[in-house]
């Protein structure tokens, strides 16, 4: 049975571009256009007035640390007409603590930096020592170095009189005595293997009942 008579609901996928229909299944048109909510979360409710007085805490101790607070309470209270307060004049008792702070705080400045002096001086000298140690240090190592290269070239000249043999016959002429090392060919199980002299009789085959072992078997079990 054909369905060339239905309608094609899915656009045929052959090409990039699909055959545009005018019809569509349900599923392809746009679904859940809109969020959901719950309703037994609420919204928290943010206190700004929690906020405004620790921000004013924090700049009232600000205030207090650098000393200005008086003064910004000063500017800052109102009179009840609405006019702000005029500054009052600052008593003696402040000022000569103010300039009793400022002569210690400029001796104690003074003392720090002849401190710092001090120890940057130390420091100049011991970085000059230093530098002096290490200079010593390298030129140590420079020097074992060279004696060390200098007994490693003796080594190898006096290997290499030994282990030439031209050089040896020189030197043996010369009264000197030098052993040659013998190679690994010499120790071999080949060059071990006694000598026997053969006689004339003796022929090796490979027929086992015409070797000399079999014949000699036979003449003395059988025979």
Do not use: C
């Not at 200098?150 to 030098?178: C, H, M, R, W, Y």
């Amino acid at each position: 049975m054909t369905t060339n008579h239905r309608p094609t609901l899915e656009s045929k996928r052959g090409k990039a571009v699909p055959i545009s229909n005018t019809i569509f299944h349900s599923r392809s048109l746009p679904q859940h256009t809109s969020l959901k909510y719950r309703n037994d979360i609420r919204k928290p409710k943010v206190d700004t007035k929690i906020g405004k007085q620790a921000v004013e805490e924090l700049k009232k101790d600000l205030l207090l640390n650098e000393g200005r607070l008086e003064d910004s309470l000063k500017i800052k209270k109102p009179l009840k007409d609405g006019n702000l307060l005029e500054d009052e004049p600052m008593n003696k008792t402040t000022d000569n603590k103010d300039n009793k702070e400022d002569n210690e705080y400029n001796e104690e400045s003074i003392t720090n930096d002849e401190d710092s002096s001090f120890e940057d001086d130390a420091e100049d000298d011991s970085e000059d020592e230093t530098a002096e140690l290490m200079a010593e240090l390298a030129k140590i190592k420079r020097e074992r170095q060279e004696e060390k290269e200098k007994i490693e070239l003796q080594n190898k000249i006096d290997k290499t009189k030994v282990s030439n043999p031209l050089v040896q016959v020189a030197d043996t002429s010369s009264g000197a005595n030098f052993k040659i090392k013998k190679s690994w060919r010499d120790s071999t199980a080949f060059k071990k293997q006694n000598s026997q002299n053969k006689t004339e009789d003796e022929v090796f085959t490979n027929d086992t009942l015409n070797s000399d072992f079999h014949q000699s078997f036979l003449t003395k079990y059988i025979r």
